[in-house]
Nanobody, 120 residues
Framework: QVQLVEPGGGLVQPGGSLRLSCAAS????????MGWYRQAPGKQRELVAR???????NYADSVKGRFTISRDNAKNTEYLQMNSLKHEDTAVYYC??????????????WGQGTQVTVSS
């Protein structure tokens, strides 16, 4: 009942910037935490950044100071601004949204994933 659409991604040079977005739609009563995860080839999926309904954020150490997560509650959308990108940021990025439906069921939804490649 909840769908996530995450356009964006692509190829960027080292040191460049990219902005990801993720829009949630469907039977959404409220959204609690929103987050971004990534999975590089041969590695486990890892948390990149997370933001709560109150606006509190936390980041992986590897992206602190370079990435910024934000959300627009009116649009049920989250963003990930990625600056000073490095080769090691290359991965498939997934958005994740946790909340409650109008039927009062809790949900945790994943986006389809978008490829981010950092290369010269």
């Amino acid at each position: 009942q909840v769908q996530l659409v995450e356009p964006g991604g692509g190829l960027v040079q080292p040191g460049g910037s990219l902005r990801l977005s993720c829009a949630a739609s469907g039977s959404i009563f409220s959204i609690n935490a929103m987050g971004w995860y990534r999975q590089a080839p041969g590695k486990q999926r890892e948390l990149v950044a997370r933001i709560t309904s109150g606006g509190s954020t936390n980041y992986a150490d590897s992206v602190k100071g370079r990435f910024t997560i934000s959300r627009d509650n009116a649009k049920n959308t989250e963003y990930l601004q990625m600056n000073s990108l490095k080769h090691e940021d290359t991965a498939v990025y997934y958005c994740n949204v946790q909340g409650t439906t109008w039927g009062k069921a809790t949900f945790g939804a994943w986006g389809q994933g978008t490829q981010v490649t950092v290369s010269s």
